[in-house]
Every structure is written in C-alpha cells, then in structure tokens.
T-cell receptor, first 115, second 110 residues
Framework: NAGVTQTPKFRVLKTGQSMTLLCAQDMNHEYMYWYRQDPGMGLRLIHYSVGEGTTAKGEVPDGYNVSRLKKQNFLLGLESAAPSQTSVYFC??????????????FGPGTRLTVL | LAKTTQPISMDSYEGQEVNITCSHNNIATNDYITWYQQFPSQGPRFIIQGYKTKVTNEVASLFIPADRKSSTLSLPRVSLSDTAVYYCLVGDADGQNFVFGPGTRLSVLP
C-alpha cells in the first residue's frame, strides 16, 4: 500500500512554461485535494474533488486547473507558470463519506520553483 | 467556515507535557476538530480527531470544552522527535467545508 504518491518530487520552471503535477492514491478514497504551502506558512487549498469526474475550487484556485479522470488520480496543471507559484504542493485524499468523520492522508509533496 | 487561531510557536523540554490550544469561536454544530503533525519536507499526518469532551489515542489527547470554541492538543512526555508544526483543522464530516489553522511550531529542547 503506497498511500498517496506525487510526481515529480522537484521541478524548476521558467516563467510562462506549463506543467502538470500528478497525484495518485491506492486507498480507494473518494475525495482528493491539492494544497500549496509557501515557506514558513500554512496550507492553502487550491482545488479539490469529491469523486471521479468532479472538481471544485478551493481558497486559491487562480492560475491552476485540475482534472480527475480516474478515481485514483488527481492532476494539477499550471498553464503559464509565474514566480508567485513557487511553492511546495501537497496532494491529499480522504475516506469515503458516511463515516461521520474525515481524515486526510497526504503525499510527500512536490517542490516547484518558477524562475 | 470556522476560522482558527493558534500560537505561532512553543518551546518545551524533553519529558514535559505540551498543550497546544486552538481557538475556533465560530465552530458549527456539525464541525469536527482534527489535529495534524508536519515534519520538515513531509506532508502533514493525522494525529487525533474529536467532536466533544475528551479523546485519547496512543500518541495524544484532545480536550474539547462544552462550548467547543476551543480545543487543546496534549502531547505527554515529548521527545526531540516531536519537534514539528501542529495544525488544527475544523470542518464538517462532508470533507468540503474545512479550514486549516496557521500551525504551531513546537520545538522540543534537550
């Protein structure tokens, strides 16, 4: 059981370039989330998904797009990277609804630098 | 969404009990309180969750007063390896309405 994995672990982009971050989970979780964490700061939710084929905006969605074509994968795209998007990106997934509580399981993060 | 506040940082010594309080004055009736721990260069990991009164597991206890406007994470007999950032999260069971606190950086000294 790998849990939540993220690809790549590190990436350096030039301003204006595009890239896609991949998150995969093998726990059959319904919900998946993308966060960003700036140095010394807390977590801010970018987008999330409550099931295959669904996505929703979080606190800081501008400049990002997401897709959830398969239940186990959640992709985060940057169409035109900006230096302000330099951050560590975390993916998380959570248990199916109905349990009364919700625990998020996080991946190891992707460190992105935009020059 | 219930906004949360936490102390920015705390220091402790090995073997002491550490209590970290999170304030959430606007917590809703169906909101739960969850605490996460984050080590440098790692994603956060779940510590404990509760709704009211007291919850205890093998690593921590969570105290929630009757009015639920705050919660206290208690770490018994901390060690150097407990040095981390601790986040309080308040959200409902639907997993769509939640907010992470700003985090408390705990430093455990020898």
């Amino acid at each position: 059981n790998a849990g939540v994995t993220q690809t790549p672990k590190f990436r350096v982009l030039k301003t204006g370039q595009s890239m896609t971050l991949l998150c995969a989970q093998d726990m059959n979780h319904e919900y998946m989330y993308w966060y960003r964490q700036d140095p010394g700061m807390g977590l801010r939710l970018i987008h999330y998904s409550v099931g295959e084929g669904t996505t929703a905006k979080g606190e800081v969605p501008d400049g990002y797009n997401v897709s959830r074509l398969k239940k186990q994968n959640f992709l985060l795209g940057l169409e035109s990277a900006a230096p302000s998007q330099t951050s560590v990106y975390f993916c998380a997934s959570s248990k199916p609804r109905g349990g009364g509580t919700d625990t998020q399981y996080f991946g190891p993060g992707t460190r992105l630098t935009v020059l | 969404l219930a906004k949360t506040t936490q102390p920015i940082s705390m220091d402790s010594y090995e073997g002491q009990e550490v209590n970290i309080t999170c304030s959430h004055n606007n917590i809703a009736t169906n909101d739960y309180i969850t605490w996460y721990q984050q080590f440098p260069s790692q994603g956060p990991r779940f510590i404990i969750q509760g709704y009211k009164t007291k919850v205890t597991n093998e690593v921590a206890s969570l105290f929630i007063p009757a009015d639920r406007k705050s919660s206290t994470l208690s770490l018994p007999r901390v060690s150097l390896s407990d040095t981390a950032v601790y986040y309080c999260l308040v959200g409902d069971a639907d997993g769509q309405n939640f907010v992470f606190g700003p985090g408390t950086r705990l430093s455990v000294l020898p």
